[in-house]
């Protein structure tokens, strides 16, 4: 059984010999090949594409928040505005406790009408022009202005309930 390995090939050489159009159809099939691994690139390409979009939307969406911060000269004027809104709407409760006089109770809700309206628009030019100081002094002016009529008012009245028990006394 020993035979040399170069006659084997020999024999099987003129065994098997290719068909004519042999190469014709192994080059169709290469380009076929060819096609479909591009085709697979594209898609991820599109993939890619489609993450890349989704991670800018997410990043977007929850770093907007953060660009809204309050800058610190906001955060504080909200801060005295509601500590003065606190302290007016306490004076008013005490004033209309004290005071027995409706028409002057009406009178002084009036004047706290009109500078709570000036109020209003100067709160509209701080939400436009939040960095100028002469709108945010005018805020906090017109806070202190009602407040101190407020405790004015109630001091006034409690001169003139003091002199009437006195009067009352002396009677």
């Known amino acids: 059984m020993k035979r040399d390995i170069r006659d084997l090939f020999k024999e099987e050489d003129e065994l098997k010999s290719l068909p004519e159009n042999y190469r014709k159809e192994f080059l169709e099939k ?3 090949q060819s096609k479909k691994k591009v085709t697979s690139f594209s898609w991820l390409k599109i993939a890619a594409v489609l993450l890349i ?3 800018v ?6 770093n907007n928040p953060e660009e809204e911060k309050v800058s610190p000269i906001i955060a504080q004027v909200e801060a005295v505005e ?3 809104l606190k302290n007016i709407e306490v004076e008013w409760e ?3 406790a004290l005071a027995d006089d409706e028409i002057l109770i009406s ?3 009036k004047k706290l009408e009109d500078l709570d309206t000036d ?13 100028n100081l002469v709108v945010i002094e005018a805020l906090v002016e017109n806070l202190q202005t009602r407040l101190q009529i407020l405790k004015n008012i109630q001091k006034h009245i409690k001169i003139l309930n003091q002199k009437n028990e006195q ?4 009677i």
């Open 53 to 55: 979009a989704l991670t």
């Open 57 to 62: 939307g997410f990043s977007l969406f929850y």
């Open 82 to 84: 509601a500590e003065y």
């Open 167 to 170: 009067h009352e006394n002396i």
């Open 30 to 32: 290469l380009k076929k």
């Open 119 to 131: 109020y209003q628009e100067i709160s509209v030019k701080f939400k436009n022009e939040s960095d």
């Open 94 to 96: 005490s004033f209309v």
């Open 107 to 109: 009178r002084f809700k």
